[in-house]
């Protein structure tokens, strides 16, 4: 059995802050424009209004079946995916999305040619542990790759967690549980330029 590396999906693999501008236009017919490209959040990435009631819901009416088949892979991350796989690595997605979205969220990643066949699409749930908790615990990566800090907690200390450090801007990802991450990339290729390096080192399977 291949050890497993666990990714998360937006921000990780796809650029989801790109894709939002795309989902607005859809809604309101007009493409915002950048205001920050340094922004860790959307919302803050695009000159756009704050949003409730109906124009809130209008834009999540158009986060459906065909935005999460179509979000755009970021720069360089097919490729570090399949370093990953040709070095002997299954790569399986874990990402904080609406299990109905889940197979489209798998359409998305082999349409965009990543070596991936496998999403597991957890939701989200209150409390302070991580959605994602029991499904890493279940696959038993040697390695757990996330660009949200909170997204860690709950996560077996025997697993590898690797922080990708994007959109420094209103990033939430600083603070002390910055000590419970054992590496820090600027991107996913970043991350498989340390695992060519220290990946030896890593266990085959958590524990």
């Known amino acids: 059995m291949k050890p497993i590396i666990a990714l998360d999906a937006d921000g990780v693999l796809l650029d989801y802050g790109l894709a939002y501008a795309s989902v607005w236009e859809r809604a309101f017919g007009q493409r915002p424009v950048e205001r920050d490209k340094d ?34 892979p970021l720069e360089r991350a097919v490729d570090a995916c399949h370093r990953l796989h040709d070095a002997g690595y299954e790569l399986v997605c874990v990402s904080a999305l609406s299990p109905q979205f889940e197979t489209a969220r798998l359409r998305n990643l082999r349409d965009a040619g990543f070596p991936i066949e496998r999403v597991i699409a957890t939701g989200v749930a209150a409390g302070a542990r991580s959605p994602k908790a029991d499904a890493i615990e279940l696959l038993g990566p ?66």
């Open 142 to 207: 040697v390695a757990f790759i996330d660009d949200f800090l909170p997204y860690f907690r709950g996560i077996a200390p025997s697993v590898h967690r690797a922080l990708i450090c994007r959109g420094p801007n209103g990033s939430p990802n600083v603070g002390p549980e910055l000590d419970q991450i054992h590496s820090l990339h600027a991107n996913l290729w970043e991350f498989s330029e340390w695992m060519r390096v220290h990946g030896s080192l890593l266990p085959s399977r958590a524990v």
């Open 39 to 72: 922004a860790y959040f959307p919302f803050n990435r695009w000159a756009v209004e704050f949003l409730d009631g109906d124009r809130l819901a209008a834009l999540r009416a158009r986060m459906d079946e065909q935005f999460w088949s179509c979000v755009p």
